[in-house]
């Protein structure tokens, strides 16, 4: 063929096997339909990618709530208690001596014995005690210490029940309704379900709002145990990370933008913020293992020592994060105020640094976000241990709200899942709140030029 | 006086030598013609600099006296010990000492203390409360003596300025060094320890050993106590969750990332990438929970119904969860790179007649390469130094095997489970752990340097 036109066709009639030659166009369009088919999938694998990613968000917050919320209840029983002095072995209502040592499970025995009156075995009697749980006798404790007229009267109260009672309780259903068939009974034996259900026909088994969990620490029962200690222990190691981290990280990036020279030491120290800012936690919890309590022989399990540790990890986040705050300051601001005579320091501390402010209280908000989150370095630096005080400073052993997390998790006791679960949606909590206070505080306060 | 309180006073004497300071300078001003006409600064700098003088050394005396108050105190003490009690062990000595400063404390526990303790403690309580004294009235006197010498010194000619200025930089400079010294303390803390490690322990065994038991013997007879040190078990471990991560996390985020920046609307963009990167914002210790609790039982149910046998704490599960955890991580270093390939490219290729999609594989990824290689790396040296989530999801027991579906421990996993509660220090049990930390932090470390390499080595310049 000699019509330059069609040459081109030609040499692709040549590379095709078929008999028929095609144009250009014809090939295109031969293939054109498997390639839509193509670029559909495609965009279908980036759909199930970013829907997976939305699943599992969905199954964890969906999981954990789901076994959390139950948490927020606690299960309440109706006794008529009768105060009996003799019993309670009290003579003298105001000595505290007395008040500490009483027996006030007896009593409680005493009212379970009154209301199952026909309960006479030795191990079934026990059985029943242990419908109520091993701490209501503090309740009856700061009763009397609030009203000391009711000793010797009989009152009709609502006492804790025991754990196990209380997961059957939650899992039975609707507490006007006969049991559903996948209630929880785990330990429990045949009797005591059918004092339960009784109690429960008599009325006499109440759900409330679990105030209890909001405020006491730790404890062995699962009904007694709350996260008011690991709460705490959570802000005073904030409070200690903050206070140091925040100033340190500011002015260490004021350094590198607005004073460092590009000589070998800045160098230096850019590489080792970044290199620090991508090496493990776990890593911070051997430093502070080694450094603060071999070395400086700081006592283990205080917020301080947590705050320390956590400072270090997130110094290198906040470093970051206030450098671009910085950067994003124009030149012509600062220009303009050593145009008319400022200095350096007053420069920055005039212009700069409150103009840089609000990005820079971004970037410490989700730098604390993050330390409030950390569990691995403080399992080190022996924040894991059992603490049932509220700590009352940073001095205090105490624990933190994840490491809580991680310690109930451990325990088998299966009231003890709900527990964790809700001390999970109280710490999301938290996050959350800081997250979208930073994500206002960036929409509201900071500017563009 | 104890601590707290002289911080107070001594931040109250601060505000007092600044407003010293600055009347002082004041006064010496010329105000005739209105301002301060012969000061060489604003009075602010000479009160910032009457300040300083008094703040800086009393601060630096406070830091130094509270770091060897102990151990001179401690020196004090055993010297008045019983001879025989002298010449124990450090270790026995330190036990005598924590009992001496309990009852110190007034913390006696069951019966009456030896009276040589007693008397220790006495002697204790004694010279605790002489270096409280003598540190508060040296920090006084200094801070007031300094006060006054600088405030004696102030003349309008003083370069008050900029010798404030120099200490404000100085100061600045310091809290840079902070990440230095962070990075050293890093470094001596584990291989200090692990150096001692190796000495028990040859660190031929540790790199190449494939049998790891870290349980010392406390009588020499017992059996199967020798603990062995082979670390292989643990690497292949992490290697194996990490893989399994990564398989998930990579096709994921990148996926992910593609359609948010390629073909999502701006409206999908803002809604749908916040959501994502709620993930990388929830506590590792969430993730274990879950995987442990509902991912891993759910594994082990899936696996019977297939006739698979299925351990409690499967490899799969962490490393799925794991997985699912470092999708935004992927996605959003990924989305980075992705949006900084140009326009000009992309429209090139479409003029040409390429789809969308043949675009993106072959004009767009190959572009955005070193960046996508860059972030894995990072996602992978993320996944090995993860710890939360194989705690509390991946075993203890060290086994080789590439099989998902078994339990695996990791090397994480295992520097939490020495290191936690009661140890004895200088044991090579607990000195192995700092030798792992040691090993992660070289691997993260490469890691990290290896992705900035290849980001940097490889990035295409388009401007």
């Known amino acids: 063929m000699t019509n ?7 040499v692709t009639a040549m590379n095709t096997p078929t008999s028929k030659k095609l144009t250009t166009i014809e090939l295109v369009n031969k293939n054109l339909a498997k390639r839509y088919r193509a670029e559909k999938r495609f965009r279908a694998y980036g759909i199930a990618s970013i829907g997976f990613g939305l699943l599992c968000l969905c199954l964890l917050f969906t999981d954990i709530i789901g076994k959390g919320h139950s948490a927020f209840m606690q299960t309440y029983v109706q006794l008529d208690v009768h105060m009996d002095a003799d019993r309670l072995d009290i003579t003298d209502i105001s000595d505290v001596n007395q008040l500490a040592a009483a027996d006030y499970q007896g009593v409680l025995k005493q009212a379970l014995r009154t209301k199952f009156s026909d309960v006479k075995k030795r191990g079934d009697k026990r059985k029943l005690y242990r419908l109520v749980s091993n701490g209501a006798g503090y309740e009856l404790r700061k009763l009397l210490e609030v009203n000391p007229d009711i000793l010797g009267s009989r009152s009709v109260l609502w006492v804790l029940v025991d754990d196990d009672i209380d997961t059957y309780v939650k899992s039975r259903g609707n507490l006007s309704f006969a049991p559903s068939n996948d209630a929880f009974t785990g330990r429990l034996s045949e009797a005591q379900i059918t004092w339960v259900e009784t109690l429960i026909d008599q009325d006499k088994i109440e759900k409330r709002f679990n105030t209890n969990f909001f405020m006491v620490g730790d404890s062995r029962e699962p009904e007694l145990a709350g996260i008011r200690g690991a709460i705490m222990g959570s802000i005073y190691t904030m409070l200690v990370t903050l206070a140091l981290s925040f100033p340190i990280g ?24 970044n290199n620090l800012a991508a090496v493990p936690s776990i890593i911070y919890g051997l430093l502070g293992l080694a450094i603060f309590i071999s070395f400086f022989e700081l006592p283990r399990s205080i917020p301080l020592l947590g705050g320390l540790v956590l400072t270090l990890m997130t110094l290198p986040t906040i470093i970051i994060s206030s450098r671009a705050a910085i950067k994003a300051v124009p030149p012509s601001i600062e220009e303009a105020a050593m145009g008319i005579g400022a200095s350096k320091m007053q420069v920055i501390l005039h212009h700069v640094l409150p103009l840089a402010m609000p990005g820079m209280l971004t970037g410490a908000i989700i730098g604390m976000a993050q330390a409030l989150g950390e569990t691995a370095p403080l399992l080190m630096i022996g924040m894991v241990a059992f603490i049932v005080d509220v700590p009352g400073g940073i001095t205090d052993p105490s624990t933190v709200l994840p490491v809580q997390i991680f310690l109930w998790s451990d325990n088998p006791e299966r009231a003890f899942v709900e527990k964790t679960s809700a001390a999970i949606m109280v710490l999301l909590g938290f996050l959350i709140i800081m997250n979208t206070f930073a994500v206002w505080l960036r929409k509201r306060l900071e500017r563009r030029w | ?43 602010f700098y000479y009160g910032m600099l009457t300040a300083l003088w008094c ?31 002298r010449n124990l062990s450090s270790n026995e000595l330190g036990l005598v000492m924590n009992t001496v400063s309990n009852i110190a404390e007034g913390n006696v526990i069951g019966d009456e203390p030896e009276t040589y303790l007693v008397a220790a403690a006495e002697s204790l309580q004694g010279v605790r409360h002489t270096s409280q004294l003598a540190l508060t009235g040296s920090v006084l006197s200094l801070g007031i003596l300094l006060s006054i010498f600088a405030w004696s010194r102030i003349r309008p000619e003083q370069k008050a300025r900029l010798q404030v200025e120099g200490v404000f930089k100085a100061i600045l400079l310091l809290c840079a060094c902070l990440a230095i010294l962070t990075t050293v303390g890093i470094l001596f803390s584990v291989i200090f320890e692990s150096l001692h490690f190796f000495k028990a322990v040859p660190i031929t065994e540790f790199l190449f050993g494939t049998h790891w038991s870290p349980q010392t013997s406390i009588r020499a007879d017992q059996v199967g106590g020798s603990g062995s040190f082979g670390a292989v078990p643990l690497f292949l471990g992490t290697l194996l969750i990490s893989a399994i991560a990564l398989i998930i996390a990579v096709p994921c985020g990148l996926m992910a990332a593609i359609y948010l920046s390629e073909y999502a609307s701006s409206s999908v963009r803002t809604y749908v990438k916040p959501l994502l990167e709620i993930l990388a914002g929830v506590p590792t210790v969430v993730y274990g929970f879950f995987a442990a609790l509902t991912v891993a039982p759910l594994i082990r149910e899936l696996g019977e119904t297939f006739g698979l046998s299925v351990s409690s704490e499967s490899a799969l599960a962490a490393g799925l969860v794991m997985g699912v955890m470092i999708i935004p991580f992927v996605s959003s270093l990924a989305d980075d790179v992705i949006t900084a390939v140009p326009q000009s490219l992309r429209d090139g290729s479409l003029g040409l007649g390429s789809t969308k999609s043949e675009t993106i594989k072959q004009v767009v990824i190959p572009a955005a390469l070193p960046g996508i290689v860059g972030g894995v790396l990072l996602a992978a040296s993320r996944a090995i130094g993860e710890t939360m989530i194989v705690v509390m999801a991946a075993g203890l027991a060290a086994r080789m095997t590439a099989n998902p579906l078994e339990s695996v421990t990791t090397v994480t996993v295992q520097i939490v489970t020495l290191l936690v509660g009661d140890q004895e220090f200088n044991s090579p049990k607990t000195l192995s752990a700092f030798a792992l930390g040691l090993m992660l932090f070289i691997v993260t470390l490469v890691l990290n340097y290896f992705a900035l390499f290849v980001v940097k080595k490889y990035r295409e310049q388009y401007d």
């Open chain 2, 1 to 43: 006086m104890d601590t707290s309180t002289l911080l107070a006073v001594l931040a109250i004497m601060i505000a007092v030598a600044y407003f010293f300071g600055r009347g002082r300078s004041i006064s010496m001003a010329d105000t005739s013609q209105g301002g301060y006409r012969n000061l060489n600064s604003l009075p």
């Open chain 1, 250 to 273: 500011v002015a260490a990036a004021i350094y590198l933008e607005k004073y460092a020279k590009k000589n070998a030491l800045t160098e230096f120290i850019e590489v080792n913020i």
């Open chain 2, 55 to 85: 703040a800086v050394p009393c601060v630096l005396l406070m830091i130094g006296w509270m770091s060897f108050e102990s151990t001179i105190i401690d020196s004090l003490v055993v010297a008045q010990l019983p001879e025989a009690v």
């Open chain 1, 4 to 10: 330059p036109q069609n040459s081109k066709t030609d």
